[in-house]
């Protein structure tokens, strides 16, 4: 009877610690899921999802891994597949970084016709009020290398790729809607200037604002960079804007131009400098992990299509080039029309698999979107392919996430991925068995047009800029403030072209930057210097130092 009475009392109470304990750590698990977010608690989620392992270690061949294999001590570790294939394949994980764009995040998603636009453009895509195409999106920033700065006041990137049933139609966007050159010719050289000095291997801004100053044609978009457009909240609260005009036509032949912009249903949010910097200082990753987040709490965001249009008559009647890329249009001169909404609602499983693989290229058109005509989207459409084959290969489109829906073609072999490699079709075109043909587009306008550009400044779009897109005085005087920010470190020579070709554009523009300058350099801020430091006394380096000395003397594995 005691011993009955004993186990049942050692029962309730083994039954009371656990319960207390679940308690707890329920408790625990509570403050846990409150105070972190998604991001963070990923490999948590991981566990959750699979309680045990999820299979038996293998190396590459599939070889099962032993235990004893993941120890190289007191072994021949090259006789040890596991230690080797470790080490080689290490070696070579690594692809080249983007040269431009390098830092970045992204999502899956769809985008969904809201509005019958038939009328000016036959893609298939558009075809049908409720059509959903599926797409990948990446967000990125310009100059940033892997591993820098979302925070950086620099140009942000968002380039769709929509899986249309008619191929894969890609759209490069910029997070304002002009660019800083139209001649192709000088991408290398913006690009340089706006990286690091190749001795310090330092940001310089000296090369950037000689750049802009040899090139006044980069004024207007240099001023959205140093306006609060400069630093967006968040991929999730920027527009985007493939920048170029597309020329599209209908099922009738008709031609349109047309200018793409994606508006963020999250209204459009910008940081100042000073908030960019706190943040940037706990979280380098900011815009990547509220990008998770959002999509990982099913807060999906989401974007709104439009085109603005111009007729044919339109394009020969305004008395401005609508083909710049430097500049926008003028009100009055073109009309707008939804397309539909664009969501993103699923986190890739893999980032390096689905986002560093992925391959945009503005060459990437479909029928009825024949494209741009200018002189700098010709070059992109050889460029971006040059770059995607150097980092990803010659079959970069037969990685899963570039695959168009439908492939039937004549590129055979290379690197790998090959997927079928068409198989035993035939390798050239034309033939007489049955390899794939080329098909006719009855909508396809007969007429030519060619586009006549120049080399002329014109100042007048960054005039527009600082007095109509910049609303209010604080605005103007924040971009004030972000010029001297950078204008500060350079010489008195290039600060004085600078506050020039201000002046040329907007005269007040230049009084309000010369003044801030001066009055930034009578008391320049002080040099970078760390508040405290924490040092370590010489004497305990130099103490601990002899005494490993003295107890490697004694140690019988260690051979001198």
Not at 116 to 128: G, Q
Not at 297 to 325: A, C, G, H, Q
Request: contains cysteine.
């Amino acid at each position: 009877m005691r011993i009955r009475l004993f186990c049942l009392l050692l029962i309730y109470q083994i039954s009371y610690l656990r319960n207390v304990l679940c308690y707890y750590c329920d408790n625990e698990l509570c403050d846990y899921l409150n105070r972190t977010d998604p991001a963070t608690r990923q490999l948590y989620e991981f566990k959750l999802q699979h309680p045990k392992p999820i299979g038996i270690l293998t190396v590459s061949s599939g070889e099962f891994v032993e235990i004893r294999k993941t120890n190289s001590f007191n072994s021949d570790q090259f006789l040890n597949q596991y230690h080797t294939d470790l080490i080689s394949h290490t070696n070579d994980e690594r692809i080249p970084e983007r040269f431009v764009h390098a830092k970045g995040g992204g999502a899956f998603g769809y985008f969904e016709v809201t509005h019958d636009v038939t009328k000016y453009v036959s893609a298939e895509l558009f075809d049908t009020i409720g059509k959903k195409t599926p797409l990948v999106v990446r967000f990125s920033t310009v100059v940033q290398n892997l591993g820098g700065n979302d925070l950086a006041r620099e140009v942000k990137g968002m380039a769709i790729k929509l899986y249309t049933q008619e191929g894969n139609l890609d759209f490069l966007c910029l997070n304002y809607p002009v660019f800083f050159y139209r001649d192709p010719l000088f991408f290398t050289s913006f690009s340089h200037s706006f990286k690091r000095n190749p001795k310090t291997f330092l940001l310089d801004f000296t090369m950037s604002w000689d750049f802009v100053t040899k090139r006044p044609d980069a004024l207007h978009s240099y001023l959205w960079l140093l306006s609060d457009y400069g630093i967006p909240n968040g991929y999730r609260k920027m527009d985007a804007f493939p920048i170029h005009t597309y020329r599209v036509y209908n099922k009738h032949g008709d031609t349109y131009f047309v200018r793409f912009n994606f508006r963020t249903e999250q209204g459009v949010e910008n940081l100042p400098s000073d908030v960019a910097a706190e943040i940037s200082s706990r979280d380098l990753d900011y815009f990547n992990r509220d990008l998770f987040n959002a999509i990982e709490n099913k807060t999906y965001p989401s974007w709104r299509l439009d085109m603005d249009i111009m007729t044919f008559e339109d394009v020969k009647n305004v008395d401005y080039n609508p083909f710049d890329v430097g500049r926008l249009w003028k009100e009055g001169t073109y009309f707008t029309e939804t397309v539909g909404r664009l969501v993103l609602d699923r986190n890739p499983d893999n980032y390096f698999r689905a986002i560093e693989q992925s391959a945009f290229n503005p060459a990437n058109l479909v029928p009825g979107i024949p494209g741009p005509m200018d002189t700098m989207f010709r070059s992109r459409r050889q460029s971006y392919r040059d770059a995607q084959i150097y980092r990803l290969g010659v079959n970069h489109n037969r990685i899963k996430v570039n695959q168009p829906l439908y492939y039937k073609g004549y590129n055979r072999d290379g690197v790998s991925p090959l997927k079928d490699n068409m198989k035993d079709a035939p390798t050239y075109y034309p033939n007489r068995f049955s390899g794939p043909v080329p098909y006719v587009d009855p909508n396809m306008p007969k007429e030519k047009f060619k586009i006549y550009e120049t080399t002329a400044v014109d100042l007048e779009p960054a005039a527009n800029f600082y007095n109509n897109i910049l609303k209010t005085d604080d605005q103007r005087e924040r971009l004030a403030n972000n010029s001297v920010a950078r204008l500060i470190t350079v010489s008195p020579e290039l600060q004085r072209r600078v506050i020039r070709l201000f002046s040329l554009a907007e005269p007040d523009l230049g009084r309000r930057v010369e003044r801030i300058l001066v009055e930034t350099l009578e008391q320049p801020p002080p040099p970078i210097q760390p508040s405290r430091v924490l040092k370590v006394p010489p004497t305990m380096y130099a103490m601990y130092s002899s005494k490993m000395n003295d107890e490697n003397q004694n140690n019988p594995f260690i051979h001198n």
